[in-house]
């Protein structure tokens, strides 16, 4: 045999064995990326600094963090064992809501195309010899379906308003409703977006304080007068442009915010990030009345009983333009527990290599304790779980 076809034959051997390795870590057939078995587990050192794992137990859920530009949702719960940190890999996952009723998470993946990621609890495991299921303690939440979407949607915030899924379509300064057939429906757009105005992000309508109806909720965006200047141009107009938009009358109610973003309701109170100067403070008479200042552009906001749980992120360089009222330098990655009648900060989780929050949203943990993966443990803990999970519908016919 020639010395050429002897490379030949090596050559092809070598593709052949790459091919054979690759897509072999659970997390990466299970969301679709081949690199999500290689996540650098720097970005999940932490330090806490107060109360912050006893706020969380006190209010005995599990706080799912979507960090958007370090591809990681992340599970924070307090257990009687000690405080565990889970995650799962996801291509820049950005809005977060919870079915309770149905016992689904659903997660946003704002690359293109769009995903939408639905997941659930395991609540059982069967092992590869055989044998009955054995339950797990941790109900970690797998993936049960994706749905795909245009790159240009541009999804944000996710939210359920009258039971169903709706999500911000940036890219197209409107509401959507998305169908369990994978549809995305426009269903509410500002009064000031009409005719060809939806071809594009003009606005940054970014997101969703959820009402029983559209009509009862409220929306937040970067400015309410679409121009040539559109957000992520480094000329586009932010400071004192933002706007929190009725869904009754597609108006602004408030004015003079900077970025803003995580709109929420809590009880009778409409809250907001105001982003730009790092700001969590509550809306009303056409105003924001600052109540916390946690150390970073503020984003992600949520409510469990008596706690306020918000998310902090680094300010992006390209964007710093977008931040006049933070030191970029002083800016940290993390999440804060917080007093929403006086701002005080009762403990903070910080990631010292982390860089962007987007959302976060608290989970009974009778529901979920945490995602598959967990820092420092091997992957054959998770190749068992996806090898073997149940969630019940097997036995049961489904909820």
Not at 286 to 301: I, K
Not at 311 to 317: E, K
Not at 360 to 386: K, M
Request: charged share 20%; hydrophobic share 40%; with cysteine.
């Amino acid at each position: 045999m020639t010395a050429r076809r002897l490379a030949l034959d090596a050559g092809v051997a070598s593709l052949h064995a790459r091919a054979d390795a690759a897509w072999r870590h659970p997390a990466a057939a299970a969301v679709q990326w081949a690199n999500a078995g290689a996540i650098d587990e720097r970005l999940l050192r932490h330090v806490v600094h107060g109360a912050f794992w006893e706020a969380l137990a006190a209010e005995r859920v599990t706080l799912l963090v979507t960090r958007e530009y370090e591809h990681l949702v992340l599970a924070l719960h307090a257990g009687t064992r000690g405080p565990r940190i889970s995650y799962l890999p996801l291509p820049h996952p950005s809005g977060l809501a919870v079915d309770r009723r149905r016992g689904v998470v659903h997660v946003a993946s704002t690359r293109n195309p769009n995903q939408i990621f639905d997941l659930v609890p395991a609540r059982s495991w069967r092992p590869a010899t055989g044998g009955g299921a054995r339950p797990l303690a941790d109900r970690p939440l797998v993936p049960r379906r994706v749905r795909f979407l245009p790159g240009g949607t541009y999804l944000h915030d996710l939210a359920l308003v009258g039971g169903r899924l709706h999500a911000n379509a940036v890219g197209r300064n409107a509401i959507v409703r998305l169908e369990p057939d994978g549809r995305a429906v426009r269903v509410w757009w500002p009064r000031c977006i009409s005719g060809s105005l939806f071809d594009r992000n003009y606005l940054q309508l970014n997101s969703i304080a959820a009402g029983r109806t559209l009509r009862r909720s409220f929306f937040s965006a970067s400015t309410d007068v679409p121009s040539a200047r559109r957000p992520g141009h480094q000329n586009f107009p932010v400071d004192g442009r933002g706007v929190v938009f009725s869904g009754a009358t597609r108006a602004p109610i408030v004015r003079g915010l900077t970025r803003p973003h995580s709109a929420r309701l809590h009880g009778a109170q409409l809250w907001v990030a105001n982003s730009g100067y790092g700001e969590i403070g509550v809306c009303a008479d056409g105003r924001l009345t600052p109540v916390a200042r946690p150390g970073g552009w503020t984003r992600g906001v949520a409510f469990a009983g008596d706690t306020l749980f918000a998310g902090t992120s680094r300010v992006l360089p390209r964007f710093a333009h977008y931040a006049p009222g933070l030191e970029p330098a002083r800016c940290a990655a993390g999440v804060h527990a917080l007093d929403p009648r006086s701002g005080r900060v009762l403990g903070s989780l910080v990631w010292p290599f982390g860089n962007q929050v987007f959302a976060i949203e608290a989970v009974p943990d009778s529901l979920t304790r945490g995602l598959p993966l967990v820092a420092g443990q091997p992957a054959a803990r998770a190749q068992r779980l996806f090898y073997g999970f149940t969630t019940g519908d097997e036995e049961d016919g489904g909820r």
